[in-house]
């Protein structure tokens, strides 16, 4: 039995068991074993590996999203546009007649106006032209006429087409109204 606080003889330094196990290991191929408790290139590895499958598709989503709210936005534009134009047809009369210079003109003839259908659908928000989103609106214009009992009708079929861009369109849309007499 020990007493209390009795300390156990220590024992010298390079002697018993623990030297054993050092030559043990230092004869192995490789050298004595290293601690495993840091990280190997291969975890580090593979955590990045992973890491980029998860953030990759979320930069993709990010991206298509952004590209989707452009796309909706220059929609929105387009509907605004040929609406706009639409109504200011019909303001305009069944008989109007006038320049069929540009977009701006009001002309209510039969066949397709105007002369150069050039539109700027979109200016992405900046003072650049060249970014600017080009379009084509045409709007062409038929008579129409039917007879009901004891009444003749006349009229006039408006279809107001917008396309853009211009050069490639991707995208169109289209308006068509009665205008009567």
């Known amino acids: ?13 390079g002697t018993g068991r623990g030297r054993r196990r050092v030559a043990r290991q230092a004869k192995r191929p490789g050298g004595p074993r290293r601690s ?7 975890e580090i590895l593979i955590s990045a590996f992973i890491l980029a499958m998860l953030v990759i598709p979320m930069f993709n989503a990010l991206v298509s999203g952004r590209m989707m709210a452009a796309h909706r936005g220059e929609k929105r534009m387009a509907l605004g546009l ?7 047809l019909m303001g305009a009369g069944y008989g109007s007649l ?3 210079d540009d977009v ?3 002309n209510m003839g039969a066949g397709t106006h ?3 259908p050039s539109i700027v659908v979109s200016t992405r928000g900046d003072a650049d032209a060249g970014n600017d989103v080009l379009g084509e609106m045409i709007w062409t214009v038929t008579p129409l006429a039917w007879d009901s009992p004891g009444d003749s009708v006349r009229a006039k079929q408006v279809e107001v087409r917008l396309r853009w861009p211009a050069g490639e369109p991707r995208d169109s849309i ?4 009665l205008v009567g007499a």
């Not at 020990?2 to 220590?10: I, L, S, V």
């Not at 495993?36 to 291969?42: A, L, P, R």
């Not at 040929?82 to 200011?88: H, M, S, T, Y």
């Open 104 to 106: 701006s003109s009001v």
């Open 174 to 177: 289209s308006v068509t109204t």
């Open 114 to 116: 105007p002369s150069d």
């Open 82 to 88: 040929v609406e706009r134009k639409a109504e200011q």
């Open 36 to 42: 495993e408790s840091g990280v190997t290139m291969v």
């Open 98 to 100: 006038g320049s069929d």
């Open 1 to 13: 039995m020990t007493k209390r606080g009795a300390r156990w003889p220590k024992t010298p330094v």
